[in-house]
């Protein structure tokens, strides 16, 4: 879900994948050849990024009256919603409208998730976000990190030090984690499967970090890689490699009852169809292998929970082909600018 800086990125591919096929058992200079050939093919199909996604920042449900919640938004594109056109259709505004019709309460949503951000940029993001006194985070990160190559160590530190900052100011935080970036298509085997190996393991160390700076996060994987294959026109947007509003609604249906639970509210969403409690590397390193899975703190251990993807109770009519407003009933006088 994240968006690639091209010509960068995919060169430090290709040497990243000629070491790692020098370096793994049973792999030739024959392997080592096919991998930097096949970054070399993913370079030419994968668009640069162009214009900057559409802003959804302003308030959603004002009519509900009172003081809004104050929700950021941070990451990378996948945050951002890069690949969809109108404001609406971005994760930010989708969370904002499904927060506010559930909790009946006005949501003023400000983002600041950054097109091709890797983690180290997250200080800059947490330094924005602590001006609006935020009552709740969303952290989308981890793609850019596993195609540029970031050191993980570095790459978890600079996310659990700026969930740990943002729960020190009283923000609760909720992270999905790195995707499987060997769901993407323009990625062929052997690649592919090096690419999936480098997105769990980061998606693992996230989770743990997380956690242990007081957040919870949720497993996205390759959750969408299947309804990706099965309906591309529909889940990816023009450039047939970002996800399209239908794509967006379907990572927050999964990651909203998460956030309905860390905002503690008594629905019907929240209740778990399955839960565990696991040392924490164990419930990370499930947790990837089970995408959809909520990982929290409880005391010494970590608690698992699986809920059924987000359904609004009651959603509003929404304009024919309007894809992303049938996840959370949007309707234009949800959202006022300023």
């Not at 162009?50 to 009519?63: C, L, M, Q, S, T």
């Amino acid at each position: 879900m994240s968006t690639i800086d091209v010509p960068s990125t995919h060169w430090r591919w290709i040497k990243t994948a000629g070491r790692v096929a020098g370096a793994t058992a049973g792999l030739t200079a024959l392997s080592a050849g096919l991998l930097m050939r096949q970054a070399a093919e993913a370079r030419r199909v994968i668009p640069m990024a162009e214009a900057p996604p559409p802003r959804g920042d302003g308030v959603y449900g004002a009519k509900f009256g009172g003081k809004p919640l104050e929700l950021v938004i941070l990451g990378d594109s996948s945050a951002a919603g890069y690949g969809v056109h109108r404001p609406r259709e971005t994760p930010g505004a989708l969370f904002a409208t499904g927060i506010s019709r559930r909790m009946r309460r006005p949501v003023r949503l400000h983002r600041l998730a950054v097109v091709g951000c890797v983690s180290a940029g997250l200080p800059y993001q947490v330094d924005a976000a602590l001006e609006y006194e935020p009552d709740l985070a969303i952290i989308l990160i981890g793609g850019n990190d596993v195609t540029h190559v970031s050191a993980r160590p570095a790459a978890v530190r600079h996310l659990g030090d700026a969930v740990r900052r943002l729960r020190a100011a009283g923000c609760r935080v909720v992270v999905g984690t790195c995707p499987d970036l060997g769901a993407i298509k323009p990625i062929k085997p052997p690649l592919r499967w090096l690419a999936r190996r480098w997105s769990r393991q980061l998606a693992a160390a996230q989770t743990v970090a997380v956690v242990e700076a007081g957040g919870r996060t949720v497993s996205l994987g390759s959750l969408l890689g299947a309804m990706f294959e099965a309906d591309p026109v529909r889940m990816y947007s023009a450039d047939r490699f970002h996800p399209s509003a239908e794509g967006y609604a379907r990572a927050v249906s999964v990651m909203m009852p998460t956030v309905m639970a860390v905002l503690g509210t008594d629905d019907r969403v929240t209740l778990p169809v399955a839960e565990d409690v696991r040392t924490l590397p164990e419930a990370a390193d499930e947790a990837v292998r089970a995408p959809g899975t909520e990982v929290a703190p409880a005391g010494p251990w970590a608690r698992m929970r699986r809920y059924r993807w987000f359904r609004p109770a009651a959603a509003a009519p929404v304009p024919s082909g309007d894809t992303a407003g049938g996840a959370v009933g949007y309707t234009p006088e949800d959202h006022q600018v300023g």
